[in-house]
């Protein structure tokens, strides 16, 4: 099929690479424009644009396609059909109908659970035994349109957004290429409002570490924001940040440290398996404990 493709960050690429893979011809990729990174703060080009180039697929990268000209020049592209995984910018009616066989968003969540921006995140962050990858035919709404193929995961006690996040990529992958050799015969199957949940964006305020909560719900905190941003604690001035953790048994005043990396909580405690200082890599808890003495008790 002759295809769109439209995403931007690291997630996205090996959706790109298995459409390529699979024979399908990538008429254009549109992407995030390049936004400045590094310690240069120079342009940097996202995953997705790289990885078009490294492959020689034109590259498009509008701020917008609210505007007729931007409109006119997608659909001109004559496509069967648009890819669109974590692209960025919202399409228009125009630019939905534009392909012959319209567009498909492949999306990390379970839907019609975790709708929105951060279905990854959220899903560890609640608590969920599961969560997948659906292929949804998109509309005018946010995450709403029929869902076309669906594949569940189980979550881990200890599995963080950035082990789901690859695993989902790589089902996304592999279902997108599915969804278009079966097109005509999935049954699309509409969602249900019913259930539905939205998976805010985010915020750099939820990151702080709160011991006064209960061990299963800081360990999912902690979990659900690792690798970024990171859960964190002060630490002398320092932030230490908490990447993987489990909540364990434990019973002393919330934030009390009880040997070893394991922190109590207003019910148990949680142990640390893998922490950040700040400017340093990452490291196993037992690698920290061997520089760093904690203190009696953590804010």
């Known amino acids: 099929m002759r ?13 790109l690479d ?7 011809e990538i008429a254009c990729v549109y992407t995030q424009p390049p936004r400045p990174a590094g310690r240069g703060k120079k342009d940097r080009p996202s995953p997705v644009q790289a990885r078009a180039e490294e492959l020689g697929i034109p590259v498009r990268h509008p701020t917008s396609l609210r505007h007729a000209d931007a409109q006119s020049d997608f ?13 960025g910018l919202i399409l228009p009616q125009a630019v939905l109908d534009a392909p012959a066989h319209g567009c ?3 999306h ?17 962050m609640a608590g969920d035994a599961e969560t997948g ?30 082990d789901l996040h690859d695993r989902l990529s790589r089902m996304g992958a592999e279902m997108i290429v599915e969804t278009l050799n079966r ?25 702080r570490t709160d011991w006064s909560r209960p061990a ?25 940040k908490f990447l993987r953790a489990r909540p364990v048994d434990g019973d002393a005043p919330p934030g009390t440290h009880i040997g070893g990396l394991r922190i109590a909580c207003r019910t148990g405690a949680v142990e640390i398996i893998e922490v950040q200082r700040q400017g340093k890599r990452p490291m196993a808890a037992d690698e920290l404990l061997r520089g760093l003495t904690l203190p009696d008790r953590l804010g």
């Not at 298995?18 to 399908?24: D, E, F, I, K």
């Not at 990390?108 to 959220?122: E, F, V």
């Not at 709404?141 to 569940?152: E, F, I, S, Y």
């Not at 800081?218 to 859960?231: D, E, H, K, M, T």
């Open 18 to 24: 298995a459409l390529v893979a699979a024979g399908h």
């Open 183 to 207: 097109l005509g015969t999935l049954a699309p199957e509409p969602q249900a409002d019913i259930g539905a949940t939205y998976a805010d964006k985010i915020d750099k305020s939820e990151a």
């Open 216 to 240: 299963t719900q800081v360990a999912r905190q902690i979990n659900g924001l690792s690798p970024f941003p990171g859960a964190w604690t002060d630490l002398d001035g320092e932030r230490l």
């Open 133 to 162: 990858v659906c292929i949804m035919q998109m509309e005018a709404g946010l995450d709403t349109g029929p869902v076309l193929l669906r594949q569940a995961t189980s979550i881990g006690e200890t599995d963080t957004t950035g």
């Open 108 to 124: 990390a969540s379970l839907l019609p659970r975790w709708r929105g921006a951060a279905p990854i995140h959220r899903a560890i």
């Open 3 to 15: 295809v769109v493709f439209m995403g931007t960050p690291e997630f996205s690429v090996p959706p």
């Open 75 to 87: 659909a001109a592209l004559n496509a069967d059909i648009a890819v669109v995984v974590a692209y």
């Open 104 to 106: 498909l968003n492949i």
